[in-house]
């Protein structure tokens, strides 16, 4: 498998040499794969934010480097071509969107890659259809509901065709319908079109459906594995990431208070299904 991204000794301060110099990431190694959907979670301030904006360049280290598709973005020249392997969606849709009808904003990305118009159209169809808002396409942006505009906003990103989509907190402002939504678009995009997803979320129901998580602090790298790995383990993990702000599953904690009441639950559930499977092997 390819390295996607890579952050080689990753340091980054905001307002560095001032008085109100604040560190915000501290020597962080990570890799993102290609073909993977990977969470970043921590509780706010952890520098989740600050490390995705450094995988396509909006921001560049103070010290180390990043590698995205092998190339530093701390050569100028490079960051146009990493923008268009890397993407990125934001919290507000409304920060994000820039036309007022739904296709029209879909078309502004490719647009500016200055592709021929023949290939927009193609680009905004697969973007609509992928994201099942096609019957959305001529409605203006005020109609739709906040989980519908960030659907829009995923389906301008995608329409660039980058290899990777890094989103911050894509559900944090909707309402449960919608983040359910976003988060079945997320997932598809990944599992049906391949493209490499960086989950931001402080949501462990979301955390659940990546491939592997990663769990910051105070600006460094505290946990990194599959879900499973960093749910399932010993007590001293439990209390490490309880520390760090972080909840349980909810099928994880509804087994642990089974456990407790003295039931025979597997010690290894993240997943409904996985509670409803070993509820079912109780005599
Ligand atoms: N523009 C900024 N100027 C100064 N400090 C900032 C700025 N943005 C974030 N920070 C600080 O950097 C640290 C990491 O923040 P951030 O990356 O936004 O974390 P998260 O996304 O996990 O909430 C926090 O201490 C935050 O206060
Ligand atoms: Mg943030």
Known sequence: MNK??????????YKAGTKEEVKALEDVNIAVWQGEIIAITGQNGSGKSTLARHFNGLLTPTTGS????????NLKENIREIRKIVGMVFQNPDNQLVSSIVEEDIAFGPENLGLPQTEIIERVEWALNT?????????????LSEGQKQQVAIAGVLAMKPDCIVLDEPTAHLDPRGRRDVLESIVRLNRE????????????????YCDRMIVMDQGSVKMQGTPHQ??????????????????????????????????????????????????????
């Open 4 to 13: 996607l991204i890579e952050t080689i000794n990753l340091s980054y301060c």
């Open 230 to 283: 960093i749910f399932c383990q010993s007590e001293h993990q439990k209390e490490q990431l309880h520390k760090m702000g972080l909840d349980y599953p909810v099928a994880s904690q509804l087994a642990a208070g089974l456990k407790l009441e003295g039931f025979d639950i597997a010690t290894d559930i993240i997943h409904t299904k996985e509670l409803i499977n070993s509820l079912c092997q109780l005599k």
């Open 66 to 73: 990043v590698l995205a598709g092998g190339m530093s973005t």
């Open 193 to 208: 079109e391949g493209i490499t997803i960086v989950l931001l979320t402080h949501f462990m129901n979301e955390v659940i």
């Open 131 to 143: 994201l099942k808002i096609e019957e959305h396409r001529r409605e203006p942006l005020h109609n």
